[in-house]
């Protein structure tokens, strides 16, 4: 399973979030805290810098060697300070038939496409659902898949439920969106008649909105007719935490978010805390969506959407209601 960071609000150097907190996103390649395997299939990121000529487009870095011993991007991270990042270190199973390479790194961004999208969690079975998926993608999108991903896959279902993938999206519309792309899944998953375990932890930015889910198809549900699955149980879900504030940096030792969640315009959202110290952290419910967006300025309103959403319900068209608003809406001139 890959970790994940994201982040929106006030510019930040890339090497405060990827390198020196004690359990940075370059860290937890080879030591997460939340995980028990090593993510050793390499290294992307999508990040967005007002000083960098258009801003609106972000820099795109992917190499398939670890993180750890990339000098390029240790170099890149102490020169940067995005708005937004949306950064993934990716982890698979340890087997001959994965395909290691660039073309199968997050984040994923097709050319002109505003939304870039990461995926922490595997599709079972996806080697059966992949071309029942092409009906419900666009053929234009379909063409552009390079990679062997489900989450690739799962992107290319994403953009496809979009009318104009250019265009600057709210982070509502991204997350109706989601929520469409996962009903389709579902539905090819019963086509197939998949019943089994599937984490779909999905963290989008564009710049501007960043949105995040915590998801699994069919928690808990394991093929019991082979002792070999036993070891692939997880009793618990994918760890997904946010942290907000007005600053993060590092204060008496300890990186954190300071200003408290009410004064906001800044906030991290990541496989699992950045640092030993989790108080400023809180866990993402399962089953549950996070929406930030950022409108011009520092401003930065979000809606969480917790268990009455229809990401409880893929079955259901109403609008997702929103349920502890555990972020205030802000705004600083």
């Not at 995926?119 to 659902?129: A, C, Q, V």
Request: hydrophobic share 35%.
């Amino acid at each position: 399973m890959c970790r994940v960071l994201a982040y929106l609000g006030e510019p930040v150097l890339l090497d405060d979030l990827l390198y020196k907190p004690d359990s940075s996103l370059v860290t937890q390649s080879y030591d997460p805290k939340m995980l028990h395997m090593l993510n050793l299939a390499g290294f992307g990121l999508s990040a967005w810098d007002a000083r960098l000529f258009d801003p609106d487009t972000p820099l795109i870095y992917k190499s398939a060697t670890l993180p750890i011993f990339d000098a390029n991007l240790k170099s890149i991270a102490q020169k940067i300070q995005p708005r937004c990042l949306l950064a993934h270190v990716r982890g698979v199973a340890y087997h001959s038939r994965v395909n290691i390479g660039e073309h199968n790194l997050h984040p994923f961004k097709y050319d002109d496409f505003r939304l870039a999208f990461a995926h922490n969690g595997d599709l079972d079975r996806f080697s059966e659902m992949r071309y029942r998926l092409v009906e419900h993608i666009k053929p234009a999108i379909a063409q552009r898949i390079r990679g062997t991903t489900d989450s690739e896959w799962m992107y290319a279902t994403l953009m496809s439920q979009v009318e104009d993938p250019t265009a600057d999206l709210s982070s509502l519309e991204i997350a109706r969106a989601v929520e469409r792309m996962l009903k389709v899944i579902r539905q090819v998953r019963d086509q197939v008649g998949i019943r089994t375990q599937s984490p779909v932890n999905l963290f989008l930015s564009d710049g501007n909105s960043l949105v995040g889910v915590r998801f699994t198809f069919d928690f808990g549900c394991y093929p019991q007719e082979d002792p070999a699955h036993v070891n692939q149980m997880q009793l618990r879900y994918l760890s997904c935490w946010y942290t907000s504030g007005r600053k993060y940096g590092l204060y008496d030792g300890e990186w954190k978010m300071t200003g408290g969640s009410r004064a906001a315009d800044s906030v991290i959202v990541a496989s699992e805390p950045l640092t030993r110290d989790e108080t400023t952290w809180l866990e993402v419910p399962e089953y549950s969506m996070l929406h930030v967006e950022a409108k011009g300025g520092r401003e930065v309103a979000r809606h969480p959407f917790h268990g009455t959403s229809a990401l409880m319900r893929l079955d259901d068209d109403s609008e997702p209601a929103a349920g502890d608003r555990g972020f205030s809406s802000t705004t600083e001139k």
